[in-house]
């Protein structure tokens, strides 16, 4: 049976830490990246494990490859200080192992607590994360945000248990982190030679409404699934109109009239 190592990458999780930790306590070994945490995220990680590493922060491609290039194991299991493995997926993961493993790796359904219910519906569920991994088959993909692992060769296996994921505190954290990853999608856009159109900036969140609500059952979870999928329409609305702004923003012709210039009246 091939061995296990969790790894965390970690930053001011101090009220998350200590749950996601214990979640994982049955695996062979783990290991924790923390980049510069100001609160006692690294010293809770330490009285679950010995492997705790302070390392500035490269990204967070970056910084999971790190945290699987110093794992004990081939095999890993990345998860996020927000996350908590439940016993029945803890299960799954070692019958895997200890069968053999088909695949170099193994997608796992995620699910979001949020206003008070396992959302289990929009864009949100089953949101498969492929977390289960040998690394010499695999790596974190680079991108800015939404990062992913990606498989050298081989398709991945599906687990059957969520992964359960407190992603939000409440609808304030929520608009935080929708500010903030709308910024980084858009500026990966940008350099990718992308560009946002009035239809744009119209449409993709109107279908992404309709897909959420209705395609996807968001109605299904009352109202909390339509502030999920009104968030998430307006999600893509910022990212589009922020990769707009970013074009504007590199056009001279764009630019605010100086109203003290003489060229500008």
Known sequence: MPKLTVTVITRDEA?????????????????VVDSQSTDDTVAIARRHTPR????????????KNYA??????????SIDADERVTPELADEIRRVLAGGP?????????????????????????????????RRAA???????????????????VLRHDLQHLAYRDIH???ATIDRYTTLAATEWAAQGR????????????FAFLRNYVL????????????????NSYYVFLKFAKLWELARSTDPGSRIPDPDSKNDR
């Open 15 to 31: 009220a998350n830490i200590d749950a996601a930790l214990s979640s994982v306590a049955w695996a062979d070994e783990i290991v």
């Open 52 to 63: 705790v590493e302070t390392r500035a922060w490269p990204g967070y491609s970056a910084q």
């Open 68 to 77: 699987a290039a110093i794992a004990s194991h081939d095999w890993i299991l």
């Open 102 to 134: 088909g695949r170099p790796g193994y997608r796992i359904p995620r699910v979001t607590w949020y206003l008070g219910r396992w959302i289990r519906s929009t864009d949100w569920y089953p949101d498969f994360q492929l977390r289960l991994y040998d």
């Open 139 to 157: 790596s974190w993909n680079g991108r800015p945000v939404h990062e992913s692992v990606r498989l050298t060769s081989g398709e991945p296996g």
């Open 173 to 175: 954290d929520h608009l």
């Open 195 to 206: 560009q946002a159109s009035l239809s744009g900036l119209v449409l993709h969140p109107a």
């Open 216 to 231: 996807r059952g968001g109605f299904k979870d009352g109202t909390a699934g339509f502030v999920v999928s009104a968030l």
